[in-house]
Structures are given as C-alpha cells and as structure tokens.
C-alpha cells in the first residue's frame, strides 16, 4: 500500500481523495488542533478542507440536524411520560368531575328529583343513563354510596317482566319489593312504585379513555 492510500475522503464529485498532508502544510484529520499549530493555522487548514468538499460538509451537517431534532423529541417525549418515552402521553380509564369510579363503571348521584321518565332524560343529558346494575356486589356499593335518600335506578316493568334501560333482561340478581313499575333503591333494598314519584336519580357510564 502506497503513501496516504486507506486515508482519503469524499469529495463532491464523488471520487476518493486524499486528505491534507504534510505537504499541505501538515494539517491533520482529527478536527482537535494537533500540537504546535497555532489557532489561526488550524482555522485557515479546515476552512481549505470545506473548500475542497462541499458535499461532505453538507451531509455532516445535515446528519448533526437529524441527531438534534431526534434528541429534542425525545426530549419533549419524556417530559410528558414521566420519563419513560416508550410509553404515550396519558390515556386512561377515568370518570368525569364529579363523578365517582367504581369497577370500571362511573356513577353520578344527582341533587335534583324528578319522575323516572324526566331522571333517564338528565342522565341520557350527560352522556349515561338511570344506573344499570350488572352485578350484585354493584348494589351493595349503591346502597353504602347514597346514604339515607331513595334513587331512582334504570330497571322498569315491561308487561310482566322488569327491564333495564338498556334493553337488556333483568336476571334477578337481587329481590325487587312491591309491583309498581319503575325501581328504585331504598335503605337496604331495590323497591318499584308509580314512575311518577319525584325521587334523586343515579346515572351510570362506562369509564372512558381521558
């Protein structure tokens, strides 16, 4: 291998050159200025290198700009994670102000009364409907959430048999007092009268992405 062959460099018109020599001076490759060579001498080197390598130049400096947008972006990234970048900026199951979360199900208890038909509107207005029970532990929360107020829930007679709001069957999951048609929760138990009665309401949701 000849002098100076293994140690050449871009140029722009894509031949391989040879970088600045001893006889160029004595200008090195490693942009850190060797020793003996003052400032103004190292400057005058790498100003002539970007002379005669524009299109080099140009590809380092666009790589510097790609690495800083990539730093900056990750940067901004973890700042919203917590600092975890892998992870996206916040979504999760939540419940609205004022709304309380239980199994996945939010549920609003309303300071207003009104019949069954006008409570269903109110909550059909925000978005939910008169709560729907799936599951008899979800009564047992009700009844220890409401405190000593009867609440209107989304269980009305069609015919002979009781239905939820939603269509769906009511599957006896627990006993309903009395044969009036809509259902409401008392003390300590789910009662039915006239859907006329002006009694509070409980709307129930889904918990939604927030």
Known sequence: M???????????????????????G?????PEMPEG??????????????????????????LLALILTLVAAVAVLSGRCGGNPTVPAALVLACP????????????LSREEG????????????????????MRWEMGFLLRLKGNADYWLGLRRQGERLEWV??????HTFPVHGQGACVYLNDDAAASSSCSQQRPYICSKPQALM
């Open 97 to 108: 102000e004022d709304w309380v979360a239980y199994g996945k199900v939010c549920y609003h």
């Open 2 to 24: 000849g002098q100076g062959e293994g140690s050449g460099f871009c140029s722009n018109d894509g031949k391989v050159e040879e970088l600045l020599g001893p006889g160029d």
């Open 166 to 171: 939603n269509g769906s069957s009511f599957n």
């Open 37 to 62: 060579m003052d400032k103004r001498t190292h400057k005058r080197l790498l100003d002539k290198w970007y002379a005669v390598h524009p299109a080099c130049a140009l590809v380092l400096a666009a």
């Open 115 to 134: 019949s069954w038909e006008w409570s269903q509107e109110q909550c059909s207005s925000l978005g939910a409907s008169l709560a729907v029970l799936r």
């Open 26 to 30: 004595g200008a090195s490759t490693n």
